[in-house]
């Protein structure tokens, strides 16, 4: 089921601590009980965090044994630097835009 809208990674990213679970998993991939070993929070708010991040599609899981590991996912964290490129693209823009206006002084 595909629920990753434009939006929501940010809007999954907003939260402190699942900020601070997609730092653990840029490290490496991870499984619940590691990351609930690593964070302030139990180990069914780190499964709720994730559930959070992987319906934002920036994060992914695959079964080893009993356990899920968690990584992130390259296509979602590109999509979110593609995000922030093009608004920084229009940020320089819109700055050079006014550093070429020309001033009354100079006309």
Request: glycine fraction near 8%; charged fraction near 30%; include cysteine.
């Amino acid at each position: 089921m595909g629920t990753n809208q434009e939006g929501d990674g940010w809007d999954a990213l907003g939260d402190r601590t699942r900020r601070a679970i997609v730092a653990c998993l840029a490290e490496r991939p991870r499984a619940v009980g590691e990351l609930a070993d690593e964070l302030p929070v139990s180990r069914p708010a780190v499964s709720q965090h994730l559930k959070v991040l992987k319906d934002a599609g920036l994060v992914t899981d695959r079964m080893a044994g009993t356990r899920r590991i968690y990584r992130l996912n390259p296509a979602g964290v590109a999509a979110l630097r593609d995000q922030l490129d093009t608004f920084w693209n229009r940020a320089l823009a819109g700055y050079e835009d006014v550093v070429e206006e020309p001033t009354e002084e100079s006309s």
